[in-house]
């Protein structure tokens, strides 16, 4: 395995159906069969970080139900530590209800469950990364970002999903103990709404609180800016796309597993696209999860493509 990199996230179960066209508000539309697969932002990111090569353990918190035995025993399979999870038998395991369209688009409900009392009671030993998303308790993830800060770790913050009425100041706390920013371009937005108009672009975080930020862009590839520097295009490789599920996690872990086997910022946001990539062309969020391979061969597709 490569190098330690731990995970403090949630953990879900997804139940999927396929429809023709997501359902708008008041509308009822029949789904295409049903299926089960694990999810949770910070379990898919787990497990994209461990196919990637990384050496990962996991900190969360799950239910003592069918769901939650299930979820374990699958980043087990993965080659995951899961000695830092937590499992409660007064609260259900986190699920999520998704409706996948005839494009591969997805809405998504999350109901949180036991991902809502996830703590890190302490920071793991010889962790070089640690990885953190928004579906946890906000407090819970600012206490253990700064903790890990505190401890001279390399953090990585997918500030998604940007919860409702954020405030300003705890935004600015989160981004002070961060080393790597994600966000997509709708939270890049949200972020600047909660913060003030001055930080405008990537740049302007990026210089103003010290860090490198990743602004995905989707099928577009990603903008990212190092310490404010100006901003650079990764562009993005061309897939037919059967569920977007995960794509976002997939490139997160996968940037997270690049970071910690040392690879230049560049180099681990373009395997970041390319994982990414991949993972759309199955269905469920962790079923296309590339391995190293698999990135390596779409990124030697692209240099004979382009010799």
Not at 265 to 286: D, M, N, P, R, Y
Request: charged share 20%.
């Amino acid at each position: 395995m490569g190098s330690r990199l731990c995970v403090f996230g949630s953990i879900n179960v997804d139940y999927v159906t396929r429809v023709d066209s997501i359902a708008r508000p008041g509308e009822t539309v029949l789904g295409r069969g049903f299926e089960r697969h694990f999810g949770g932002k910070g379990a898919n990111q787990a497990v994209a970080a461990a196919r990637a090569g990384a050496d990962v353990s996991m900190i969360g918190c799950v239910g003592d139900d069918e769901d939650g035995a299930a979820a374990t025993t699958n980043l087990q399979r993965e080659g995951i530590d899961v000695t830092g999870l937590d499992a409660r038998h007064d609260i259900r395991t986190g699920r999520a209800l998704i409706a996948v369209d005839a494009s591969g688009e997805n809405a998504i409900t999350v109901i949180p469950g036991a991902n809502l009392i996830a703590r890190m009671t302490s920071v793991p030993p010889e962790v070089q990364v640690m990885v953190f998303q928004m579906e946890l308790e906000t407090t819970a993830t600012l206490d253990a970002l700064e903790a890990a800060a505190s401890a001279k770790i390399t953090t990585i913050l997918n500030f998604a999903p940007v919860p409702a009425g954020l405030a300003g100041v705890e935004v600015a706390r989160m981004l002070e103990a961060t080393d790597i920013l994600v966000v997509n371009e709708t939270e890049l937005h949200q972020l600047q709404v909660a913060l003030g108009e001055h930080h405008a672009d990537a740049a302007g975080l990026s210089a103003t609180f010290g860090l490198d930020v990743v602004v995905t862009l989707g099928a577009a590839g990603a903008d990212y800016s190092q310490r404010g520097s100006d901003v650079r295009t990764a562009p993005g490789r061309a897939i037919e796309a059967a569920d977007t599920t995960g794509a976002g996690d997939t490139f997160v872990g996968v940037l997270a597993a690049a970071t910690a086997q040392g690879m230049t910022f560049h180099e681990a946001v373009t395997q970041a696209i390319c994982a990414s990539a991949l993972s759309c062309t199955k269905l469920g969020a962790q079923t296309g999860m590339p391995s190293p391979q698999q990135i390596a061969g779409m990124l030697a597709a692209d240099t004979e493509s382009t010799a």
